[in-house]
């Protein structure tokens, strides 16, 4: 149960992350250009395939929690790992993190809370894996049914976040 609902909390988190990146695309471009120092052909890109890999890990971790969190695992340390060389290179600007729902400088605080998310994570795996495999949350045909009609609620309550958010900060 516990893990299931920590799968859901990162699932809504990555859904709502995902949101706000594809909210202001040019902008979160702009931040792996600017911030992390991608190079132009290769921003734009990029600025598509994070939040669509944000979307399919919050997938798996409605679908199959154990396989969800390995693979946000995995997405975290990525994240975690650019943070860090933006860091080291001096990187200044917008982390990028939240996209334009909650624009947020790149600092020593990202890298503390990316850590938290990670050792969250971490222990999550752990635990999966000494209390042994777990059962995917859906099954089948309806399982597969509900599992779209999650991820589009997961998606739905993300841009919704996110749209809220933004209109609260232009008031």
Request: glycine share 10%.
């Amino acid at each position: 149960m516990i893990l299931m609902l920590l799968g859901w909390a990162l699932a809504i988190l990555l859904a709502v992350s995902a949101c706000g990146k594809a909210l202001n695309f040019p902008g979160f471009a702009a931040v792996l250009r600017n911030t992390y120092r991608i190079p132009v052909p290769l921003a734009r890109p990029l600025a598509l395939a994070v939040p669509a890999a944000e979307i399919g890990v919050a997938w798996l971790l409605v679908a199959d929690t154990q396989l969800g969190l390995v693979s946000s695992l995995f997405l975290f340390a990525v994240i975690l790992a650019a943070v860090i060389a933006a860091k080291v290179r001096g990187g200044s600007g917008d982390c990028g993190c939240l996209g334009s729902i909650r624009p947020e400088p790149l600092s020593g605080r990202t890298v503390i809370k990316l850590c938290g998310l990670l050792l969250a994570n971490a222990l999550a795996v752990t635990w999966t894996s000494v209390s042994g495999p777990q059962q995917p949350l859906v099954v089948e045909p309806l399982g597969l049914m509900l599992t779209f009609l999650g991820i589009g609620l997961l998606i739905a309550i993300g841009a919704f976040a996110a749209q809220t958010i933004l209109q609260l900060r232009h008031q």
